[in-house]
Nanobody
Framework: QVRLVESGGGLVRAGGSATLSCVVS????????MGWFRQAPGKEREFVAA????????YYRESVKGRFTISKDNAKNTVYLQMNSLKPEDTAVYYC????????????????????WGQGTQVTVSS
């Protein structure tokens, strides 16, 4: 059974930091490209950051560049999202997602490209 379990969300003050973790089980994690997405109330789910299967290649939405960092630890079956200089507009439920990409180092920003999803973790940034 494939499981993706996010943690690390909570209430953070504007300008603060938080680190989200997503522990994956039930699949060969090192073969999977990973992504982080978020969904604010009343809005569609949007791309935040993506990593290739090795973690070598990463990609970010423009509004989080320089503030967020995605990293993938294949030894721990975990992908992280380090978030700095948080803003109220970063408030959302954050989801991790996995895609089987064993033959390349591609990353993906389209949520429809992903095979598995976690349940999400809430991040609330207060002003």
């Amino acid at each position: 059974q494939v499981r993706l379990v996010e943690s690390g969300g909570g209430l953070v003050r504007a300008g603060g930091s938080a680190t989200l973790s997503c522990v994956v089980s039930g699949l060969p994690f090192s073969n999977y490209a990973m992504g982080w997405f978020r969904q604010a109330p009343g809005k569609e789910r949007e791309f935040v950051a993506a990593s290739s299967r090795s973690g070598t290649n990463t990609y970010y939405r423009e509004s989080v560049k320089g503030r967020f960092t995605i990293s993938k630890d294949n030894a721990k079956n975990t992908v992280y999202l380090q978030m700095n200089s948080l803003k109220p507009e970063d408030t959302a439920v954050y989801y991790c997602a996995a895609r089987d990409e064993r033959f390349s180092e591609r990353y993906y920003s389209d949520l429809h490209e992903y095979d598995y999803w976690g349940q999400g973790t809430q991040v609330t940034v207060s002003s």
